[in-house]
Every structure is written in C-alpha cells, then in structure tokens.
C-alpha cells in the first residue's frame, strides 16, 4: 500500500486548510454562492436533499484498517453512523453539517485521507481492479501505475476547470474487472514478455445520458510515456469539449463528434510537444512506486494447513456454500481473496454501519495484513485470508451480517441511493432493492439464476452503471411517478457492451414481477449450465419482451418514455 | 464601474521553493472588458486572446508581443489554462502573460502555476486575501511553469 511520505502529508495538510478556509468565507458571507458551489464540488461535498452529501475518496479502492475505523469514526461523530460505498470505490456520507465538513476533513486527514477532486469537473479517483496484485490472471499490478496517476492529476493546475467530469481506470489483468471500456480514459497493460509496462488506452467511454463503448487511442504506449499522454488527451478536451451544453460535455462526445482518427491526430501532435519538453517518467520512480505495492508477508506454510478448509466444509455447508460462492482463489498457494457482502437481505446496497466498519478493520488486522478493498460491486474484500482462517473469519462476519453468500448472483446487485439521498433523482432505487430481495429471498433459486449482474440507477446518470448490467434497471419520471425500465444485455468487462433498452417503463408495483418475468423466460430456453447473458446474447430481446409484455403490450405502449 | 487593478505575481526562488507573492502594478485601461472577438493586436504590443483562440493559430510567433491577454468569460472555463502553458512550454513564451475578466482570488496561485505573471481584478480586491489565497498551496506534484524560463522545472 502507498505511505504518504512528508510532501503528501504537507500536501494534504495545505489543501485541509485550504478548504476549510473556503467553508468559512462562505459561512461569512464573503464568498458567492456559485463559486463556492464549484469550490466545494471539487472538494466532494454535494448539497443534497436532506443534508451536504461528502464523497471521501479511497484511491483505487485501497484501504488500510486504520483508514475503515477513521471511517467509522467519522460516521459516528458525524453522521448517523453509516456510509455508503460506491460504485467508484469511495464512500459516501450522506448527513454531515457543512459547519463540521472542515472537522470532518481535518479528522480524516490524519489517516491520509480527503475529499480532494472526488466531484467537480475535474479527473476523479483513479478506479482500479479489486484484486490488483492477487488475481491469478494478471500481468502486472496496475496500483503503482494509480497511484502515479493519482499524484499526477491531484490539483494539476491546468486541468481543474474541464468541461465535465473525467475519469480514469486501471486494469492490469487479463480479465477486465475495471470497466476500462467505459471510462473517459481506460488503460489495461498489455500483455508481453519485455520488461517494460506497455499499456492499450482506450478513450471515450461512459454512460450517463448517451452511454458509449470507448475506442482505442493507443495500442502500445510504453509506460514512461502514461502521463505525458494523458495530459495531451485532457488538454485536448480541455480546449476542444464542448462547454455549451453540460449534457454534450464529457469527452465521449468530442471524441465521436471528430471521430477517433482525427481525435489520434490532435492527441498524437499534442503528446509530440509535450516530449520535447518533458521526456517522461524515469524507470527509477516507476521501481519506487512498484516498491510500495510488493506483498511479501505470505505465510509459506499456509498452504500445508489448507487440508482443515476441506474438513470445516465437509461438516458445515452453510460455510461451504460460502466458501463457494464468497471466495476465490488467490495467486499465492494456500491462499483466499474473500468477499464481505454489503449485500445482506433488507441492507441497502453497499451501506455499512460503523460497527461493521470496525469489526472488518479488525479481521483484516487478524486475517488479512490490515488491508480492505472496496469493488466496484460495492462489496469489500479482504485480499489475502489463508484457508486455514476462513471458517473462523467466517464466524466473525456472519455476526456481523457480512456473511450473505450471495456474491455474484442477482441480489448482489449495484444501486445508486436513487430518490432517497439523491437530488437529481427520478425514481427510488432503494425501494425496489429491498423489494427484489424480499421476492428473490430463497439461496436455491438465486444459485439456480446462477450469474446475473443487475444494476440499478435512480436516473440517467447511470451513477449505478445500469447500462452494465446483465439485467439494468433505470427510474425514470412519469408524471411525478416512479417508473423503471429495464435493459438486458449489458456487461462491462473484456466482452462489454451497453444493455438494450427491453421495451416501455413499468410502475413501481410491477417491475419486481416484470424482473421476475425476464428470469422464467431465461429459466425456460436456457441451454445446460447456460448463463443468463448467454442465453441473451444468442437470443436477444425477443423471448424476453414477448414474456413480460405478452399480450398487454398496448396498454403500456401508450405509456413509452 | 470601478476600474480592475492589476496584481503581478512575483516567484521567490529564493525563499520556500515554490512561494509566491503579489503587488498591485497598476490599473487596467477600461472598466471589466470581455472581448466578444479577439485577437486584437494593439499598437503597444498587447494581444487579446479568448478561450477559443488556438495558439497555432495566431498572426505572429508569441514571442513577438509584448504581453498576451488571456481573457476568462466565466471563472470555470478552464481553456486559458490550456493556452497559457502551450505558450509558456512549447513556444518559449517569455514575455508578460495576463489573465482578465472573470477571475476569483482561489483561482490566482494554478493560474500563476500554469504560467500567468499578472492578473487583472476587480477594484475592490482584498489583497491580504489574495496573497493567502495564493500561498495556499506550495506543495505540488506537478512541476510548474516557471516564469521567465519557458520550460517546466
Ligand atoms: S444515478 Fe441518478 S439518482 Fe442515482 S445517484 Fe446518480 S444522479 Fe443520483
């Protein structure tokens, strides 16, 4: 894990006062609202419905022990002692008092934390794939390449007025769990033998309102070259976005407005310049920031031990089944990468409260060398648990109702907070969370869905990146209703690609059954062992429409968005 | 309306590495000009640019004007940012580099950092605030854009 040396801290420590000092002008009076609006935003702090909403970042989804019990402390003295972990890997507290946000910060700082750029049009937290330096299929740890990426774009002095929000992801393995396909810049190392990091860059991806798949800008940029090639990208967009029309701003719109060849060429030009003044990163500082991400506390007996994992599942299968289901296998032998489950029956959706908060902080220090990470699924993990621990760890979350095995079927599902914190909201997410689990309550049947990623958003934001689920739901407003609609299809990984809209919206008392529609249909024509986005991809909408709409296609046609 | 002053910023290579400071210099010569059409060329050697003008394209090398005038319509159009280190990096831009229009205090220390020497603001500016505004942060994980030098350090 990166520890801050003296420049970060001061770095840190300047930017706290800074903030703090913006909150009391304006608390005086002595700044204007607008621009202490965008002031603010760039610092994470969002008005919302009921109270300021803080997004305190965990770059690339990182978090030492230390830093989850600073949260929990800050979601105790500050707010109603939850948080919210979000599908960009940080976390959200949704009742701070803006008099105490500077408190709050000063407080979070002493553990190497802010809320510095995680809003605002501005390059935000740099996403990454939650089993960075343990996944089986990786080529190469991407956290070192995040956390340069990190420096580089903190308060970078050009780039703190874009047109819109930029973000950027990371993906070192083969296996893109980092949807680098769907962001503003996404980089993936690519394989080959050298010694040196090559990266294929992708850019122009995102969702929101017109949702795009991104396009390779780049096939092989060495390494040494990432950030002068992501500053002539966003000095590009920065000159070129456009800054008319806030829906026409984000960078995917440049890019498809001149084509990504014309795009290449003003990038490509641009990076030219930029070499000739700044020759790019040296081999050395790229070794120190690898230095600070090599693992090397394995337990070399661990995998003698392993026998007693089979034994403790051969006696319990409540444990089995969630070994089975919230484990996986770890690059290092007698190993697991073990997922805690924000996903409970009748929790929100990535919300913890501080005392689970507290209670993971100390089973990473006993099991899994004080480190969390926070995936994108809105889950946390523990990275790095021997298989002589699980039945023990497993005890300890179940206590603390971090222990639903649900990972990856359907009610592991991603959701924004939607109309209950959220002010740009359409429609309520919560709500229809907390109805599917009620009907899909039942482990048997939700193994028997097997695979199926459904993703929830309150609007067209995407903030829960529906366009990405298998199955996606979207609120929309009708009529100062909530109404949902739903996309199949969708997937954000090595195969991705945006869902398809099924057909017309359906009232709040009719998605869950409309949901459930969609999962007889696939239960009906699937193939042995046929997982739901296949039986899709080989059908199409066609079978699934005809099983939710059928015959009163009309009555909810005349309803059509 | 009052007549906005101008503040030059001042490097104090001497002092703490990357602390600034500013004076008054002067005042502007017309009240809160927003140039609508730019690339005026006074006689005095004054270019007026605005945030959609591309470096590439001006009548003349950089380096033959005197000052160059970067004017911000709304203080969140980032462009001039843009231009200002384009011109300071790739075109060796030495002389005087000034932001105008609509500009706010928290914004004067990255505009100094990508290159600006002087800024042009409003009359009744606090200069007490201004100077801690612009002292706020003097750590950077970015070089800057030295004045004078043409080249990040
Ligand atoms: S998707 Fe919409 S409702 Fe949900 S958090 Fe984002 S902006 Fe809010």
Known sequence: MYIYNEPDRALLAQRTE????????????????????????????????NAPMLRVAIPYGLLSSGQLRALARVARTYDRGYGHFTTRQNIQFNWPKLEQVPQLLADLSQVEMHAIQTSGSVVRNITSDPLAGVAADEIEDPRPWCELLRQWSTLHPEFNWLPRKFKIAVTGARNDRAAVRFHDIGLQVVDEAGPNTVFRVWVGGGLGRSPFMGQVI?????????????????????????????????????????????????????????????????????????????????????????????????????????VAHNTTLHRVPGYRIIYASLKAPGAAPGDLGAKGMEALAGFAERYSFGEIRVSHEQNLLLAHVREADLYDLWQGLRIHRLATPNIGTLTDMICCPGADYCSLAHASSLDVASMINQRFDDLDHLYDLGDISL?????????????????????????????????????????????????????????????????????????????????????GNTPFKEAVYGDTHHRTDTLAA | MAIPIIVQIRWRPNADESSIGCSRIGQAVAPNKTWQSHRGCSDDGHLQLGATDRVEDLPSTPGTYRVIEIDFSVFNDGRGYSLARQLRTQYQYAGELRATGDIRIDQADMLARCGFDTLELPADTDMAQLETAINAITVHYQADVQLGSGSVS
């Not at chain 1, 603010?40 to 702090?45: E, T």
């Not at chain 1, 000739?276 to 990163?281: D, E, N, S």
Request: net charge positive.
């Open chain 1, 18 to 49: 800074q903030f703090a000092g913006q909150v009391n002008r304006y608390l005086a009076g002595e700044l204007a609202e607008d621009e202490f609006q965008q002031l603010r935003l760039r610092n994470g702090l969002y008005m919302e419905l």
């Open chain 1, 218 to 322: 780049h096939e092989r940029l060495p390494g040494t070259q990432l950030l002068n090639y992501v500053e002539a990208i966003l000095r590009i967009y920065n000159l070129e976005g456009r800054r008319d029309n806030k829906h026409k701003a984000r960078i995917k719109i440049l890019v498809n407005a001149l084509g990504i060849d014309v795009f290449k060429v003003k990038v490509d030009s641009e990076w030219a310049l930029i070499q000739k003044v700044q020759p790019g990163l040296s081999g050395e500082i790229v070794e120190q920031m690898r230095a600070h991400f090599v693992e090397s506390r394995y337990d070399p007996s661990a995998p003698g031990k392993s026998g007693r994992l089979t034994f403790d599942c051969d006696r319990n299968a409540d444990f089995a089944r969630w």
């Open chain 1, 455 to 539: 993703k929830m958003s309150g609007c067209i934001n995407a903030c829960g990146h529906h366009h990405l689920g298998h199955i996606g739901i979207l609120g929309v407003k009708k009529r100062d209703e909530h109404w949902y609609q739903l996309t199949l299809g969708g997937a954000p990984g090595n195969d991705g690609a945006i869902g398809k809209r099924l057909g017309p919206a359906f009232a709040a008392d009719e998605i869950v059954e409309a949901l459930e529609q969609v999962l007889r249909a696939y239960l009906a024509w699937r193939r042995p062992r046929e997982r739901f986005i296949d039986t899709w991809r080989r059908l």
